[in-house]
């Protein structure tokens, strides 16, 4: 059946980012919802920011494009342009490459729903705001290539 049981989809707020800027997504709850549905072409997920959480530290791709589709609450889209109020209907799209570095982040007081759409990539990942750099086949390290 095409319709996913989102109550059947484990959800986790696992994030690969080194401390302290793990701390941002704490409030972050995602279920990546392609290996539920068996699409292997793009990767999707239903994600839920709480109150106070971001959906990343601010970031763009090299290699990845994305987009969003908000589906409930309110969240303040960051990027290069400003900040932009971003409410159900709404959508962002992020192409590759273009280094406009974005992030979602949940200022109300009430949760936000979106779904998230990508492409997983081995390519590199830019962090604009903090010392941190996701290099293709190293995870992340600092911009100069050094540990964490």
């Given amino acids: 059946m095409p319709k996913l049981d989102l109550d059947t989809i484990p959800q986790t707020n696992a994030t690969g980012y080194p401390a302290p800027h793990s701390n941002a997504v704490q409030g972050r709850w995602y279920r990546r919802l ?59 799209a992020f192409p590759k490459n273009d280094g406009n570095g974005h992030v979602l982040q949940n200022r109300s007081d009430a949760d936000c729903v979106f779904i998230a759409v990508g492409r997983p990539s081995d390519t590199d990942c830019h962090y604009p705001d903090i010392d941190m750099h996701l290099f293709a086949g190293q995870g992340f390290r600092r911009r100069d290539g050094g540990d964490l």
Avoid: C, Y
């Avoid at 699409?39 to 999707?44: H, L, N, S, Y």
């Avoid at 997920?45 to 290699?63: C, D, F, M, Y």
């Avoid at 309110?74 to 209907?89: F, H, I, K, Q, W």
């Fill in 34 to 92: 392609g290996p539920a549905s068996g699409i292997t072409d793009f990767g999707f997920s239903h994600v839920t920011l709480v109150p106070g959480a971001w959906s990343s530290q601010r970031h763009w791709h090299e290699g990845e494009d994305e987009f969003v589709v908000m589906l409930a609450g309110e969240a303040v889209l960051v990027d290069d342009s400003g900040e932009t109020v971003m409410r159900a209907g709404d959508v962002a």
